[in-house]
Nanobody, 127 residues
């Protein structure tokens, strides 16, 4: 069974930084597209950032532009979401999702594209 393991959530003050990690052991990591989603209380889950490991391309939501970045350590089967200049509205449960999406057209921000999901990690930003 393939597992997606997230870590790195926590509490931070406005303007602070936090990095999340997503590890998928035991797979050919570079075959995967990895996305970060988040769900705030009372809101729908939204796609924040995505990295397509086969070609290294990244995609991000407008809300993440200029503040969040993503990187990968393929040797450790791990993708990181680096978040800076955090705002109260970034408070949410953050999920890592993964899928092998090559060979067809796909939309990075669409939840149904991904068949592997982590358990979620809470990020709380306070003023």
């Amino acid at each position: 069974e393939v597992r997606v393991v997230e870590s790195g959530g926590g509490s931070v003050q406005t303007g602070g930084s936090l990095s999340l990690s997503c590890t998928i052991p035991g797979v050919t990591f570079v075959d995967y597209t990895i996305a970060w989603f988040r769900q705030a209380p009372g809101k729908v889950r939204e796609g924040i950032y995505c990295i397509n490991l086969p070609n290294g391309k990244t995609y991000n939501a407008e809300s993440a532009k200029g503040r969040f970045t993503v990187s990968s350590d393929n040797a450790k089967n791990t993708v990181f979401l680096h978040m800076t200049s955090l705002k109260v509205e970034d408070t949410a449960v953050y999920y890592c999702a993964a899928a092998r999406l090559y060979g067809r057209r796909w939309l990075w921000g669409l939840e149904v594209e991904y068949d592997l999901w982590g358990q979620g990690t809470q990020v709380t930003v306070s003023s």
